[in-house]
């Protein structure tokens, strides 16, 4: 599941399908698909806290080529132990959609994607 923007801008729960896309909530770019989700650390969802004390819901995918990774990378206050991270942009519209981990472990790379910045909708 992931959260949606409607129309009204509110928010809704959207139970993701193997083979939905899933799209930039603020300007429609495809991001990445249903397919392409993974467990890390035994799950899918995961709620995290930056150092600033900002709240983020995690949805982990191992693929996510509407995403650009900026930056170095980094292990500082690293949410998944043994992985680095970037900085990941909306490649449409540079929209901030979460952090690309990459690591010596399998998987090599996946994506921690923002989960109220996804939609099913692609606008």
Request: net charge negative; proline share 5%.
């Amino acid at each position: 599941m992931f959260e949606e923007r409607t129309a009204a801008g509110t928010t809704a729960d959207v139970v993701t399908q193997d083979d939905d896309a899933i799209y930039c909530a603020t300007c429609g770019h495809l991001v990445t698909r249903g397919r392409w989700r993974i467990h890390m650390n035994g799950e899918h969802q995961h709620t995290v806290f930056n150092p600033a004390g900002i709240l983020f819901r995690l949805l982990c995918f191992k693929e996510a080529p509407g995403v650009t990774a900026i930056g170095d990378p980094t292990s500082d206050f690293t949410w998944f132990r043994g992985y680095d991270w970037q900085v990941g942009l909306c490649a449409g519209c540079e929209a901030h959609l979460g952090w690309q981990f990459a690591g010596d472990q399998e998987p090599p790379v996946f994506f921690g994607l923002i989960k109220p910045r996804l939609s099913s909708d692609k606008r």
